[in-house]
């Protein structure tokens, strides 16, 4: 991954100055505490990025009462959203491309394998993409399930499908498991690894 791409598809200042900005301009009376639950900030955390954007002349702080200020951007604060806004937009359309052109590559190699049988491990926006991807193989493949550790999630449909905890890998006897998570793809891998009732299936990372 690029250092624009960090920039902008992990929870960097970057991504933070967007989403303050864009929340500041839909709402120039929303309160600090306000903004810090919407963004899913800490307190100080959204003070503090207001400070450095009033200091930069992006956002400009105006008294509604002795209790309340009101937050409005400035002409260069909303030519700095612009600008952010183009770069998260191109370098999100970037990364998807790659990641495309990634899943599709790792899916000719199992089709050339001849595992057809496949279980999605990580129920993500990339498994998302991964199921697409597999479905557009003129049915080559045939998913059986996808699975997740947060339980959370096991309540959740996805594309029909229930998401099960990782122990129904065994029950649907796959071909192989396509792990269809980047940040935790190591953490997956290991415990596939050693989960000795899955000898015999595949493990493929993206």
Known sequence: M???????LKPTEHLRNLQ?????????????RKLSQSLGLALGMTNACLKKMINKG????????HKRIA????????SEKTKLTYHFLEHTIKYYSRLKNNISAKLALLSEIGHRRIVCYGAGE???VAFIILNSFNFEFLVLGIVDDDI?????????FQVQHPRAIKELK???????SIDYKDKIMRSLNGNKDLTGINFYTL
């Open 2 to 8: 690029s250092e624009l791409e960090n920039k902008f």
């Open 71 to 78: 937050y409005y951007l400035t002409p260069e604060g909303f």
């Open 20 to 32: 303050l900005l864009e929340e500041i301009s839909k709402n120039a009376s929303l309160s600090q």
């Open 152 to 160: 959370n999630k096991h309540s959740k449909k996805i594309f029909g």
């Open 126 to 128: 990339v498994m998302e």
């Open 174 to 180: 796959p071909d192989a498991v396509l792990i269809t």
């Open 58 to 65: 992006l956002v400009k702080a105006k008294g509604i009462n």
